[in-house]
């Protein structure tokens, strides 16, 4: 939002009155400057969707089958498997919501990179895509509190914010 105060039209004559800068570098680092948006936000999409599509979705696949199995065996031990029912039922409904925020997120993501570099598309990256990560990074930080430790595929924000030498010989 404040790279268009580099092309206004008291930013250009300042600039230019110093002579630091013409009308047309100002107008070249706000292209730069959008464009190095717009390639930032588009790793960051499609590495969100790469952890999401081959660890995030197969770790909690993974842990809703041990679940489910564990249902089994204690349903068939005659205990009650209410809890464990309510857990399955919450994950797999997370686990739906990020399947679909998943699929919108490669949507708008592909959508971005076809567009002509510059403003519209890193407004594109900011208000689309920006969006559409935050709505997939929701159900997913919730299946990170409900997924078993040992099964989730990276160090969770506890990992990070408790990080000692234990920890590093377990990440190891």
Do not use: H
């Not at 570098?25 to 292209?31: D, F, H, K, M, P």
């Not at 919450?90 to 739906?96: H, M, N, P, R, T």
């Amino acid at each position: 939002e404040a790279i268009p105060a580099l092309t206004t039209d008291k930013a250009i004559n300042l600039f230019e009155k110093y002579k630091v800068f013409t009308k047309a570098e100002l107008e070249s680092r706000a292209e730069i400057k959008y464009e190095n948006y717009s390639k930032a936000i588009n790793i960051e999409a499609r590495t969100m969707i790469d952890m999401a599509t081959k660890q995030i979705i197969p770790a909690v696949i993974k842990y809703t089958k041990e679940l489910a199995d564990t249902i089994n065996a204690v349903k068939a031990a005659g205990a009650d498997v209410s809890v464990q029912s309510e857990l399955l039922t919450e994950i797999s409904a997370l686990l739906v919501e990020s399947k679909s925020a998943l699929k919108a997120l490669t949507e708008v993501t592909e959508k971005a990179a076809e567009m002509e570099e510059g403003r519209d598309q890193a407004v594109y990256y900011r208000d689309t895509v920006k969006t559409a990560m935050d709505e997939l990074r929701a159900p997913v930080d919730k299946l990170e509190m409900l997924v078993d430790k040992s099964m989730w595929p990276m160090p969770s924000y506890g990992d990070c914010l408790l990080y000692t030498s234990d920890a590093a010989d377990d990440l190891i």
